[in-house]
C-alpha cells in the first residue's frame, strides 16, 4: 500500500508542476499594443503631498495614488498639530493626480 501512495504522491507533484510551468511557456514576456501596468506616479503624490503640508503646517505622514475607476487620484495623510496644547490631528486628503 505504502508504495502506492509513493506512486501517486509523486504523480500529484509532477502534474503539478507541469500545470504551473503550462502558462508560463505560453504567455507572451511583452505586449507592445499595452501601456505599462505601473505609472510613474508616486513620485508625484509626494510631491503633493509635501505641499498640502507645506499650506496646512503639518507633516507629510503617507501620499499614495489610489485609482477610482476614470480618474488617478493621490490620498495624502498628515498630521496637524494640536490647537492649545492638545495632541497633533490626522487629516487625510483625495485629490487629483494631475
Not at 503624490?45 to 503646517?57: F, K, T
Not at 475607476?69 to 498628515?78: E, F, N, W
Not at 496637524?80 to 494631475?98: K, L, S
Amino acid at each position: 500500500m505504502k508504495p502506492v501512495k509513493n506512486m501517486l504522491r509523486h504523480l500529484v507533484l509532477l502534474l503539478a508542476l507541469l500545470a504551473g510551468l503550462a502558462p508560463a511557456q505560453a504567455m507572451p514576456l511583452t505586449d507592445p499594443k499595452h501601456e505599462p501596468l505601473v505609472k510613474p506616479v508616486a513620485a508625484n503624490c509626494y510631491a503633493i503631498g509635501r505641499q498640502i503640508a507645506l499650506q496646512r503646517g503639518g507633516q507629510l505622514m503617507q501620499a499614495s495614488a489610489i485609482n477610482t475607476g476614470d480618474r488617478l487620484m493621490c490620498r495624502i495623510v498628515i498630521r496637524v498639530p494640536g490647537r492649545d496644547g492638545q495632541r497633533p490631528r490626522r487629516a487625510e486628503f483625495i485629490v487629483p493626480a494631475d
